[in-house]
């Protein structure tokens, strides 16, 4: 493969990460994800990947529920997947490393920029857990973030549809599927491709994001080739 990108953010969702089941782990859905990201790596790209948890934690189970505590519950949630992905890529042989942003000493490292762009730049497959660390910002901000800091060329949003459309392509047959696009139209048309914040602070860094179909794990191997599927979101 000649891959186009040096330096790649995945953001893969919690909910990649159940296959069928809809909730938790299925493991064996998590090993064919990691299948693709080792091809990659094996090719000289640098791979970082940020999870959510959205297969285990989804947001306030209840209005009554403290919105900082159930963000806090969601970080841990994507600290379950970011060890479960590196279970999956260990036992593919892949030197991976778990960082995160809250402090969790006993079971991974926590995040430090220099640290993390020393580990790529050694060839290790790098995962960010518990988003920012912070409560109101989700894992969508985080990969944005992430990607600023150690300077990706590109984020890969691996998605459950193949690209970004005008409307909902689940409830609207009709729904028109677009190529391109840039940050502007994604804010001013309040088209769900993240959420505000994190489109803002990709367009304010130049930071490219292509949206893409996960059900086929080998679309990551694709996207990294440069080959034209999904949505590209431009600054």
Not at 10 to 35: H, Y
Not at 184 to 199: G, I, Y
């Amino acid at each position: 493969m000649q891959p186009k990108y040096k330096r790649i953010l995945l953001k893969l969702s919690g909910e990649a990460m159940a296959g069928e089941r809809g909730s938790g782990l299925d493991f064996d859905t998590v090993l064919s994800i990691c299948t693709a990201v080792k091809k990659v790596a094996d090719a000289g790209v640098q791979v970082a990947i940020v999870v959510g948890g959205g297969n285990f934690w989804r947001g306030r189970s209840s209005r009554k529920m403290d919105r900082t505590r159930a963000d806090h519950m969601g970080m841990l949630a994507t600290t379950i997947n970011a060890l479960g992905l590196a279970d999956a890529l260990e036992q593919l042989g892949c030197d991976v490393r778990v960082q995160t942003a809250i402090a969790m000493n006993q079971i991974a490292e926590p995040y430090i920029r220099n640290r993390a762009v020393r580990h790529l730049e050694k060839g290790r497959v790098v995962i960010f857990g518990c988003g920012t660390g912070n409560p109101f910002f989700s894992t969508d901000t985080a990969s944005a973030l992430r990607a600023a800091e150690i300077e990706a060329d590109i984020i890969f949003k691996a998605s459950m549809v193949d690209g970004v459309y005008d409307s909902d392509p689940k409830k609207n047959p009709a729904a028109v599927k677009f190529d391109t696009l840039s940050y502007l139209d994604v804010l001013n048309k309040n088209l769900q491709v993240m959420d505000s914040t994190a489109a803002t602070l990709c367009r304010d860094n130049d930071l490219p994001i292509l949206v893409f179909n996960l059900n086929d794990p080998e679309n990551i191997v694709r996207a990294v080739c440069g080959e034209s599927i999904g949505t590209i979101v431009h600054p």
